[in-house]
């Protein structure tokens, strides 16, 4: 079809010229024109742009007036001696100057020139005291581990290279009628450029973000153009008259342009700041993001055509996928590659779908209203196909089910109202047979369209962003874990099947990725010696040790127990509480044989009543509660009376495990109970200035800090937020926590400093009643933050502990650490030999200790990846940790030795763990916590309602909505490690 075609002007500015006195304004204009031509000769065409020469000398003066502000000493607070910042200003001074001089064609030796002034000025800005005004993350300054044994790993990192030459042109796009759907959006710009690339676009390849942005490797031949696009659904078999048209307005119009002179600039540590990766990351998901079997979320693909596929049951099945992410690292830039696993629903009729979730046979049987809210919760925003229109298969987005059954619908059609059952009858001779059922409303509230199930199936390539139940979550589990060596192949599999050096949106923009895996320097750390109640100091292997006895054993008089499995037999019972009180004995505990009053039974929905008659016949040290296996809401309901109401700590157990009476079960049973009560399970060694560096010679805190949000599609419930410090110095083994809600999806902890308190002064202070030692030094383990949260969190969170100490005592300033603990990235590690003993664990997987600190690791700044624990299923997960302030200068062997032993520490097992125990705590501390709001089991404590799939985003009302707080907890429980 022909093209309408329009070019429109930019206009810019909102002053009315003709309003002003035309004297006034000839001179405001030929001041302005003066002062436009001094800035440096760019002609109006380019926007801002600055070409590479010329931007070179300007950064290279501005560097110069840059670096002489960073030679004040560490000692000056902000106050600069005059001629200090007499030669600043000159400095400043000829930079801007040379703005204005420079012409267009200024040569690439100045530009080269500026480099090298520029860089003087960015190594001396790393030495900023931390009382200073612009915040700045810690710098690595060439220091890397240097202890432990060296050797080489391959990483699933895919070196790329890209030209500097290459000149991007940034393009906003508005699409009218506006869609919220990417997919659609995708489809109308690829249906753009596949019809006007040649006559209209220059023959330029561009790429798009499925929303606003557009870029090009060129500039196209207009700044603002009008395109008419119809969009055809896709060939069904229907033939052309039954498919749908749809028309799109599309006006593109240019932004601004850009290089890769900056990237360049700072993987080279020439510059700090760090420039957008977004453009390259769009340019590599353009292709993948073309393929209409590929389905993305995130930065990640899912295909049913990568096999093996997995049924997890109940209607859903796991794809395989691949992620993908531009990476800066010390060795240039990398392209992130892991194999992922997502759940989605089965490509099923609904029918099959509604048999499959409820698990039994339900054809021609009525379905009772607790099933229909089930199905209904599942199936509220799932896109459906009709099957009863031949080939035409439309697709419907369902809304609910029908509150009336199939036979009981009816609706107007040409002013005489009709069944549903009649309609399908004599429209299509299909004679619905589950009459009893509801059917799908589809459309909108104001004109609904009904569709019995029987004639509908799911679309494929739908996503299940709710939680898996648990037998699912262990199919799951068991489908997409793979050993080291398999993940290893997948990857080298993926790369090749994607092939990056074939992409031609790749080729467009200059980018070039290697087919190789990177080789990277790690060291692995010796570990700690340990100590138990029985050896003073022992060595654990490979990352784990049997507990002889506990180091302190703590003491359980009055204990008591309740059983809430109302069959499970009285005298298996009697049993398993012997042999837990024997166990606990024999670890070096003060246990109690019997307990003071006799075995309990109450009804799971009577456990306040049952709890609180219990505690008034006794005052008990410990609840033993014995629980079936689906017990609902009863184990929230449990914990949040204990620790918010009564002020009793509590073990659950499980009653299959009861029965089975394990010695394994037992013990871990009895370390959980020790920690519970105060005592303390393992300690480090007694050469604690070798295994706790640097916060063994000052009294030391140690912090750890997460925020835990709600499940997808709840928007309302708060999020919590976890704090956790260490109560005792200088063996660091026991934490307090203090938990918060606050409002929902907030990443950032609102409660550290609230006025004269908060919850790092409230820690402060029970550190101090229990050792008598003002902390020295703070050492804070943040997780759960993304890098593009970095600046924020250390903005809002670094200050607020410095109010809090500040509230704490005036002049109290203790040197900070602040350090980010990331799980959930994509980087691997693998042996060089899968097979060698003396480079993998049992599984295959790299040694516990092994630590990586640069080649993959940021290009300047401090930051280390920690392989702290021994794998047992799977491919082991390295834990990222970035340092964002670190006053107390840590080297990297000091600090990765630190986080290293302290994971030897972990209460609730004996192995050492994969992320540094505060923050484990904090995250356990948080989903405890969450309870207290809603006593649901973790599969629907953060998901009170099911949400449509293509729901809206909450909007402000929902995030400013008043929190309710938090249950207070009981004295004589916050301050023991009643969450573990």
Not at 54 to 72: G, I, M, T, Y
Not at 679 to 691: A, R, S
Not at 942 to 965: F, G, L
Request: aromatic share 8%; hydrophobic share 35%.
């Amino acid at each position: 079809m022909p093209k309408k075609r329009k070019t429109k002007r930019v206009v810019t500015g909102t002053v009315d010229k003709s309003r002003e006195d035309p004297k006034k304004q000839v001179q405001q204009d030929s001041l302005k024109n003066k002062a436009e031509s001094s800035k440096g000769v760019a002609p109006a065409s380019t926007s801002g742009f600055i070409p590479t020469e010329q931007r070179q000398q300007q950064d290279s003066l501005k560097n110069k007036a840059e670096s002489s502000k960073a030679v004040a000493p560490a000692s000056t607070s902000g106050s600069i001696p005059t001629e200090q910042r007499q030669q600043q200003d000159s400095l400043k001074n000829k930079a801007e100057s040379s703005k204005a001089v420079a012409p267009a064609s200024t040569s690439t030796e100045q530009r080269q020139r500026q480099d090298s002034l520029q860089n003087e000025a960015e190594s001396s800005k790393a030495v900023a005291p931390a009382s200073g005004n612009k915040t700045m993350f810690c710098l690595r300054n060439g220091k890397y581990c240097s202890i432990g044994y060296e050797c080489e790993l391959k990483a699933n990192h895919f070196l790329a290279t890209f030209s500097t030459d290459k000149v991007f042109y940034q393009y906003n796009v508005s699409i009218t009628p506006e869609v919220s759907s990417r997919s659609v959006n995708r489809s109308v710009i690829r249906q753009l450029v596949r019809i006007h690339r040649v006559s209209d676009l220059g023959n330029r390849l561009p790429v798009y973000d499925g929303r606003k942005i557009l870029y090009t490797a060129g500039e196209l031949p207009f700044k603002s153009e009008e395109f008419i696009i119809t969009l055809v659904d896709e060939d069904d078999g229907a033939g052309a008259a039954a498919r749908r048209e749809r028309i799109f307005k599309v006006v593109i119009t240019f932004a601004v342009k850009t290089d890769l002179y900056q990237l360049e600039r700072f993987l080279t540590r020439k510059q700090r700041d760090a420039p957008q990766l977004q453009i390259l990351d769009i340019v590599m998901r353009q292709l993948p993001n073309e393929n209409i079997r590929y389905y993305p979320s995130g930065r990640s693909f899912y295909s049913p055509l990568f096999l093996p596929r997995t049924s997890l049951g109940g209607g859903f099945e796991s794809y395989k996928g691949f992620y993908q992410s531009m990476r800066p690292t010390e060795k240039g830039l990398s392209l992130n590659i892991d194999i992922t696993s997502k759940a989605f629903f089965e490509a099923v009729p609904v029918v099959e779908f509604v048999r499959r979730l409820l698990g039994r046979n339900v054809q021609r049987t009525k379905l009772t209203d607790r099933e229909i809210a089930t199905v209904n919760k599942s199936l509220k925003g799932v896109k459906v196909e009709v099957t009863h229109r031949g080939n035409d298969r439309r697709k419907y987005r369902i809304l609910a089910l029908t509150e009336k059954a199939t036979r009981d619908l009816s609706f107007s059609m040409e002013g005489t109202m009709k069944t549903v059952v009649q309609y399908f009858l004599d429209a299509y001779n299909i004679p619905i047979q589950l009459l009893g059922w509801p059917c799908l409303q589809v459309g909108n509230q104001q004109r609904p369209i009904y569709l019995p199930m029987e004639v509908c199936r799911i679309v494929e390539g739908q996503r299940y962003s709710k939680k898996l139940n648990l037998e699912q979550l262990k199919t799951f589990s068991n489908a997409t874990s793979q050993c080291p060596e398999a993940r290893q192949r997948a990857i080298m599999e993926t790369v090749r099947r994607n092939e990056y050096n074939l992409d031609p949106y790749a080729t467009e923009f200059g980018i070039q990725i290697t087919e190789t895996l990177t080789t990277v320097k790690a060291h692995v750390l010796p570990p700690p010696m340990l100590k138990d109640g029985r050896r003073p100091n022992f060595e654990p292997g490979m990352g784990e040790w049997k507990q002889q006895q506990m180091v302190i054993g703590g003491r359980v008089k009055n204990w008591a127990c309740i059983s809430f499995a109302q069959d499970a037999e009285e005298y298996g019972i009697h049993e398993f509480c012997y042999e837990l009180a024997s166990a606990c004995r024999n670890s070096g505990m003060e246990f109690d044989t019997k307990p003071v009053i006799q075995l309990k039974y109450a009804k799971p929905n009577q456990v306040e009543e049952a709890l609180n008659a219990l505690y008034s016949d006794a005052k008990l040290d410990l609840l033993i509660a014995i629980l079936p296996e689906n017990n609902g809401s009863l184990y929230g309901n449990l914990k949040r009376i204990c620790e918010t109401q009564i002020g009793l700590v509590s073990q659950c157990c499980l009653v299959k495990y009861v029965f089975k009476r394990s010695r394994a079960y037992l013990a871990n049973v009895a370390l959980k109970i020790n920690v519970k009560v105060g005592g303390t399970n393992t300690e480090l060694g007694d050469n604690l200035p070798k295994f706790l560096p640097v916060v063994g010679d000052e009294a030391t805190i140690i912090f750890g800090a997460d925020v835990t949000h709600p499940q997808p599609g709840d928007v309302s419930s708060p999020s919590i937020a976890a704090v956790v410090a260490s109560q005792n110095w200088p063996n660091i083994t026991k934490y307090a926590a203090r938990v918060s809600a606050q409002a929902h999806r907030k990443e950032l902890i609102e409660n550290l400093q609230i006025g004269s308190g908060g919850m790092i002064k409230e820690l402060i202070q029970s550190f101090y009643t229990a050792t008598k030692k003002k902390p020295e030094r703070i050492i804070f383990y943040r997780d759960g933050v993304s890098e593009g949260q970095f600046l924020q969190v250390l903005e809002h969170e670094y200050i607020a502990i410095r109010n809090a100490c500040a509230s704490f005592h005036l002049d109290y300033r203790p040197k900070i650490t602040f350090v980010i603990v990331q799980k959930r990235h994509h980087t691997r590690l693998f042996a060089n030999n899968h097979l060698g003993i003396e480079s993998v664990d049992g599984k295959g997987n790299i040694l516990p200790g092994t630590v990586v600190d640069s080649d993959i690791c940021h290009p300047f700044e401090f930051d280390f990846y920690l392989c702290s624990h021994a794998g047992i299923k799977g491919t082991s997960r390295p834990t990222h940790y970035h340092v964002l302030v670190d006053e107390n200068n840590f080297s990297p062997n000091d600090l990765q030795t630190l986080t290293y032993n302290l994971c030897y520490t972990y209460a609730r097992c004996t192995r050492s763990v994969s992320i540094v125990p505060p923050a484990y705590y904090a995250h356990l501390a948080a989903s405890r916590a969450r309870f207290y709001l809603n006593p649901m089991t973790s599969e629907n404590a953060s998901q009170p309602r099911a949400a449509a799939a293509n729901e809206a985003p909450n909007t402000s009302e929902d995030r400013d909505r008043a929190v309710t707080p938090l249950p207070a907890i009981k004295e004589n429980v916050k301050n023991v490690m009643f969450y573990c």
